[in-house]
Each structure stands twice: as structure tokens, then as C-alpha cells.
């Protein structure tokens, strides 16, 4: 593994990042225009390269931190040498459908949306954490689904409808734009408050991230 510092400017993330350096995962494009373009670098600002298909596969290198288009991420693929295209276009085929089995290896992670609770499972059985959460209201529901966290931010900016968060820590993106971070803007945990996202008090955040690494399973049911 690596660290990159990467300092960027508007719209962009300054974060401190764990990234795989191979990541090689097989990705499926999802975009209602019917194709996503491909660029030349992590941003809209950087040429355009190509275009990727609607249901077509990529191969995914690397998850590198870069322009934020919506719901706060920053995150996007690379495909290939020079060539990048937005994760939130790209659905990772290492995904399963909800209702998955939890994992039987290694630590994970488990949001019970019922009951607006994480519990952080060690890899021998016994349980690191069991705290209360705010997941997404009912106009912006938490994804369901296992999936796992593929870029890690200590800090980054969140801007989506109608809101602007600056600096919100210990970010975890596990599917797309939806994330497990902490949350400074409220303290009504153990009720949905987000707009998708898994928010935590700031100390619990903190703790999660640092146990937590890339690749860590995430099942949210």
C-alpha cells in the first residue's frame, strides 16, 4: 500500500488517502445518458479520452481521490494508463445484492437501519464497537447491500442539495457517493438524519477509521 497527499483546489479534496496499487476490479458503467466519458485525468477539468458504454464492463486499477461531482464524492476509477472516469458512473462488480450472507472472515462491519445501529465485528467473533448511527432519511435511503470500503479520507468536503460540509472526518466511502464518516452538523444519533450516508459521533468515527482498512466488508441490511 501507498499514501498520496494530493492538494487540490475549488471543488476538489485535500486528503490523506489509502489506495490500493492494483486494485483490478471489474466494474459495470451505470448512467442513464447512456455512456460515461473517460478522461485523461481525475476530474472534468482534464480532457476527454474516450467514452464508456452504459452495462459495459472496465477494469479498475486504482480508486484515486479527485474532482467531487455529487453527494460528496471525490472519488474516481482509473481504467487504464491516463484514463479515468467517475465512480459514481461505475457500479463495482464486487458488490452483492442486499440480503448476502455476512462475511465468515476477517474484520467487517454491520448497520442494522431498523435499529439505527454499527456494530464493527473483530476477525476472532468478538465485537469492536456497537454504537448508534443516523443513516439516510426516507427521501435519501442508505443503500442496502454488502459491499466494501474502497478509499478512506481523514478529511474531505461534502456538498450535495441544498448543503455544504467542509472538513467532515474520517470519511469511509463503501458504494459510490455513500459513505460511513463522522458528523460534527448534529447529534440526533439512533435516528436517520443523512442523505445516504452512515453518519457517527466524531469519537466513534475516529476509532472506526483507524481499525477499519480498504477492503473491509460492509453489510448494510
Not at 476490479?25 to 448512467?31: C, K, L, M, S
Not at 479520507?153 to 442539495?161: D, E, F, I, L, V
Not at 460540509?165 to 460511513?180: K, N, Q
Request: proline share 6%; glycine share 12%.
Amino acid at each position: 500500500m501507498r499514501k498520496l497527499i494530493v492538494s487540490l483546489s475549488l471543488c476538489l479534496v485535500l486528503a490523506v488517502i489509502t489506495v490500493l496499487p492494483a486494485l483490478a476490479d471489474p466494474g459495470t458503467v451505470t448512467t442513464s445518458a447512456g455512456f460515461a466519458w473517460v478522461r485523461s485525468g481525475p476530474g472534468t477539468r482534464y480532457g476527454i479520452v474516450g467514452r464508456v458504454y452504459n452495462g459495459s464492463s472496465v477494469n479498475i486499477t486504482a480508486a484515486v481521490p479527485g474532482q467531487v461531482v455529487w453527494s460528496g464524492n471525490s472519488t474516481w476509477y482509473q481504467i487504464g494508463p491516463g484514463r479515468y472516469v467517475y465512480s459514481g458512473l461505475v457500479r463495482k462488480s464486487t458488490t452483492s445484492t442486499p440480503g448476502s450472507p455476512a462475511p465468515t472472515s476477517g474484520n467487517w462491519i454491520e448497520v442494522i437501519l431498523s435499529q439505527q445501529r454499527l456494530i464493527a465485528h473483530n476477525a476472532n467473533g468478538s465485537i469492536f464497537m456497537n454504537t448508534a448511527i443516523s443513516s439516510g432519511i426516507a427521501r435519501y435511503p442508505t443503500v442496502r447491500g454488502t459491499f466494501r470500503i474502497y478509499v478512506k479520507y481523514r478529511s474531505a468536503p461534502m456538498r450535495g442539495p441544498g448543503y455544504y460540509l467542509p472538513a467532515v472526518p474520517h470519511t469511509m466511502y463503501f458504494y459510490g457517493g455513500y459513505a460511513i464518516h463522522g458528523a460534527y452538523w448534529h447529534n440526533n444519533f439512533g435516528r436517520p438524519m443523512s442523505h445516504g450516508c452512515i453518519n457517527m459521533r466524531l469519537a466513534d468515527a475516529a476509532a472506526l477509521f483507524n481499525w477499519a482498512s480498504v477492503g473491509t466488508k460492509v453489510v448494510v441490511r
